[in-house]
């Protein structure tokens, strides 16, 4: 009697459980595949950390806090760590998560499992996450792995049983022989010294980490898909080398996400009417992630050169990117520099980037700013921090060549001239815009499509004059 069309598509479908890393960076990803699943007429149950899910319904406005708009439940388990405990220690949160997350996992799924609502029969784990993997083989559901970042990192992820017989890193993930490793050509060469691994915190958090990416690349065994953000296109080498990786990307949440769960801070939307005013392709924009944390010292050589470039700059200034708990910005700056300079404190990211007054993007090349970048046809200037940063650094600079890197003096700074210089080099030379635009195509067009001569010669024939290819 209560039957209606959506308990029909309920019965119909599968129900999903995506569980991502638990950082901002991969919580996004992961929601714009949800998303798009749902979109399919499937159901999620998305689980964050507890910590994480108070964030993000936090930054919801209000009344929408446990359900997405659509079909996405919103669920959590805890990380293992204390309220006051440091979650910027990877090493600590990882091993925490470790203890307690695979059990707490297990009984949520069979809560669910044995309540009214449909089976969970399908688990889609951040690869990051592969003890997720393993639950999910325990429990004979299926299992699909999620990578968030770029097809080369993973390769080389999942090279490292050859690394350590080669000699190159030992069982620790220690560096035993400096050196760039290019697994094909054409495919990004990584330093040895800017292995993932190798640039995320102190000596023990590395080795912890380390550890960890080994244990879950054996989990991905059990998965019966590993699908990476990222399109072919862009990383056609990566794919051929490593053909067990499915790209389904670049997946982003711009549109589909509007007003959704996903984002740790609350969006300013203010900046996109301020946007609006600037002429196009004019502006700047900066921002660095949800991780990056600046040195007293570098945040203001930062904040002097985007005054001393003198073009308008939008600049996402989060509340927790300084070491410092004072006021960080050089005294009488924000005066100084208010009629054509914004600071927000988190964006709108993927708007902003679609934005027609965005000239380039100044970026720490986390692996969702570099697609978010190259979907809009923005060229970059590259600041990278940690992780996989270098490496999406080189494809920009390198492989795709749309941007430029920034040198660091003998104290490991980067001085305000070489930013402006940089920022002078990249708008002044209309290549590494053309380049970008051409890479936009191949970014969001994964598709290529063979007709005989004879038809494609009709088809572009009844196409407008620039669109023959
Ligand atoms: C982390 C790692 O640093 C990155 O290298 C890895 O590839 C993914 O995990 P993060 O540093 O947060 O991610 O960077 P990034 O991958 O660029 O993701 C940030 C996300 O936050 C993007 O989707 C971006 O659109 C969004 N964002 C950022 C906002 O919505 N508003 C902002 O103001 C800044």
Redesign the pocket.
Known sequence: SNKNFNNFIEWLHPHILAIPVP????V??MMALSQCLVNHGFKVTFVNTDFNHNRVANALPDGQSHMTKDRIDLVSIPDGLEPGEDRRDLGLLTEAMRRVMPGKLEELIEKINGGDDEKITCVIADQGIGWALEVAAKMKIKAVAFW??SAAVLALKLNIPKLIDEGIIDNDGTVLKSQAIQLAPNMPAIKTADFVWACIGNETTQKIMFQFMVRSIKAVQVADWILCNSAYGLEPAAFTFAPEIFPIGPLL?SSRLENSAG?F?Q?DSTCLQWLDQQLPSSVIYV??????IFNQTQFLELALALELSERPFLW?V?PDITDTTSDPYPEGYKERVASRGQM?S?????KVLAHPSIACFL????????L?GLSNGLPFLCWP?????FT?ESYICDVWKVGLKFEKNETGIVLKEEIKNKVDQLLGDEIYTARARKLKEVAITNVTFVNTDFNHNRVTNTLPDDQSH
């Open positions: 950082a901002q960076g991969h996004i990803p968030t970042a949440a984002n801070w969006q921002a660095f992630g949800s991780f990056t996402v989060r927000v988190w964006a709108p990211q993927q970026s720490h090349c986390g692996w969702n700013s570099t978010e921090y940690f992780a996989d940063q999406n």
